[in-house]
Every structure is written in C-alpha cells, then in structure tokens.
C-alpha cells in the first residue's frame, strides 16, 4: 500500500465529513473491505443543514439514496418558471422528476448508513488537523495514522487548507425558510423564480416537501460587497402568487455558501483528496450538487479499494478523472453574472429558445450536465 504496511495504519480511509460525498465514499470503500472511518462535527446530522436535499432523478436512480425511507421524500415531475413579472411556464419532461426530502431526516438516514455498511462513524468529532506521517500516509490528530484523508467538509474545508489543496474561490449565498404542515395549491411542481432584484447570479424557489414547504432564495456572493438574500421581500412578493400565507414565520432557517466556480485545483495529491462542496463539485448554474458529488465520493472510495489490492489507478488520479467540469454551465455562469436583465426573460418567457434552454438546465438534456 505504497510505503504503509496494513498492520501500521489504523484506517485505510479516513473521511471528514458524513454528507453525501462523504457518505458515498465512505460506503463505496468500506463496501469493498476497506477499513475506514468517517469525522462528523456534527452530533445530529441532520442539524446546521447547508442543502436544499431536492434530488434529481439520477440520483434517485443511481444511487443509494433511492432507497431512503418514503417518508423521507416527495416525488414533484414538473418546474413552473416564474419571470420577473410572475408570469410563469410549464415545464416538464417525460419520466423525469425530482425528490423533496425531510433533510433532516434523509441526513440522519444517511448517516447511519455509513455504520451499516462497515465503516467507523464518530459524530461530535471535528478535523482539527493531520501531518504527513513520513510514508506516504497521514497522522491524524486524535484518531490515527490512515494512507487516504478525504475532505468532504463543505465549501471552508479544514482539510485543503491543512494538505496544500485548491480551494473554492467562487460562491453564492443561500437562504432557505421552512413551514412545517404547510400545503401548496399546486403541490407538484417546483417552482422557481428569475429576478435580478432578489435573485441576482441565481433564482429563488418554492417547493412541496414531506413535512410542509421549503421556500428559499440565492445570490452572487461579493466578499468585498456582502449582500445578505432579502427572503422577506421576495416571499413577500410571490406568496400570494404560489400559495404561501402573508406573514407566516417559519418553522426552521438555514442558509450558507453554495460553491459556484466548478472544481477546484489541486483537487487531490500525495494521499489527500476532496470531493463534494470541498472540492467545487456543484453545478455552477442550477446549484445542484448532490447527484455530482455521490458520484464522485463513490468513485475515489471504488478506486481506493481497487489500488489497495494492487489494481488499477490511484484515488488521487480517479478524483481529478472523475470531476465533472461544467464547461457549458460555467459559460452559462458568466453569463448570469455578467448578462443578467430582467425585461428579456419577461419578453422572451414563451419562446421555444427559452424553453429549450430551461429544459436544458432543469431536466438535463442533451448532455448538458
């Protein structure tokens, strides 16, 4: 195992983070008998929560998060558009849908799936630091000597500062509110709101979920120029619009930085390896980075287990393969950055190139991924 003998390593893999890149690469190697254990700051997984949990159908489809409880998710199979005025289109494509989720509860799920499965999960226990051991492996303060350190810890990752790895540069900032037993005249749809007033750089969304409804709004994160999302002007203006009661507080808040710049660089080296929100793997456009950043967990903890065994390439090389780079969205991004007006999405909401285009960005057509 290049330079480690298996009796002096306490973990071949040692994971920082239990969200889904981590959860799937955790899974993935413990999976092929790997031992390994995952860090979870958080004591309740489903706490301090940084997500929407809206899955789309590939990864319902693809991974094991199409077997989380029913109870846990809500199955919605068409967008309704919203332009800057409200006025609003259809969209939907067919066998397509998404999943809403009690995210709480799906991460609380997932958690536990990372014990099942074989690996180690410490809950209540955070990365504080690691040194290179001196043969290819990691020391990790309070926990032990592993060839493999894998930062699946968000968008400030502790473990790329700590092992020299890219960092993510380029953000928006997210709100989200929660009411629970909340219902929507149309619940099946998700909704999604274009405006350069409340929304510059993204969109703002209003979705059925198990529990209630998740209403939430994004923007261009500035660090020169921090603009915090003004939830409460934009629901105040859609509510009426899509059902929402007047006034109503919410039951839960979250909010936080949402990567936005495609994959960072280094991505991986020398033992230590990013992947999901750590490593820049969230669509630059939609903002969606759950099915990416499974696919990418799952991959490295595959190819740990194959290199482990003396077959195939190594973690490090997989990681950098397997990152998708966006090159279309990221175009798109500096479009919306840069181009971004309210009066040609009113003018144009009806238009088969803007139909076509949505469908693009929503139910991933024609390669555009």
Not at 24 to 41: N, Q, T
Not at 280 to 307: K, Q, R
């Amino acid at each position: 195992m290049s330079g480690n003998s298996p009796q002096a390593l306490d973990y071949d893999l040692l994971v920082v983070g239990a969200s889904f890149g981590g959860a799937a690469c955790a899974i993935a190697a413990a999976s092929a008998g790997l031992r390994v254990c995952v860090l979870e700051r958080k004591r309740d997984p489903g706490e301090r929560l940084h997500t929407t949990g809206i899955v789309v159908r590939e990864a319902a489809e693809q991974t094991l998060l199409g077997q989380a409880p029913s109870h846990c998710v809500r199955r919605v199979e068409r967008v309704r558009l919203y332009s800057p005025s409200l006025r609003d289109i259809a969209l939907a494509a067919p066998g397509y849908y998404f999943l809403t989720t009690d995210t709480p509860e799906l991460m609380r799920w997932l958690a536990g799936q990372v014990p099942a499965h074989g690996a180690e999960l410490r809950l209540g226990t955070s990365f504080t630091g690691a040194e290179r051991d001196g043969h290819g492996g990691w020391r990790v303060a309070g926990v032990g000597r592993a060839r493999w350190l894998v930062g699946a810890d968000g968008a400030r990752s502790r473990v790329a500062e700590r092992a020299g790895l890219g960092r993510v540069r380029d953000f928006l900032y997210g709100v989200e509110h929660e009411y629970a037993g909340l219902q929507l005249p149309e619940p099946d749809a998700l909704h999604c709101f274009v405006s350069r007033r409340y929304a510059p750089g993204y969109i703002g969304w209003v979705a059925q979920n198990p529990g209630g409804v998740q209403a939430g709004l994004a923007l261009r994160h500035d660090a020169a120029r921090a603009r915090l999302p003004d939830i409460e002007g934009f629901l105040a203006r859609i509510a009426e619009r899509v059902g929402l009661p007047a006034g109503r507080k919410p039951d839960a808040v979250r909010a936080g930085l949402i990567p936005c710049g495609g994959p960072v660089s280094p991505l991986a080296r020398d033992g230590a390896i990013l992947t999901g929100d750590a490593a820049g793997i969230v669509s630059p456009v939609t903002a969606g980075g759950i099915h990416s950043a499974w696919a990418h967990g799952w991959a490295i903890g595959e190819a740990a287990a194959a290199h482990a065994r003396g077959q195939g390439p190594s973690p490090e090389r997989i990681a950098e393969a397997a990152a998708p780079r966006f090159r279309t969205k990221r175009v798109l991004r500096w479009a919306f950055d840069h181009l971004q007006m309210d009066w040609p999405f009113d003018l144009l909401l009806h238009s088969a190139p803007l139909r076509w285009a949505a469908e693009q960005v929503y139910f991933h057509r024609r390669g555009v991924r």
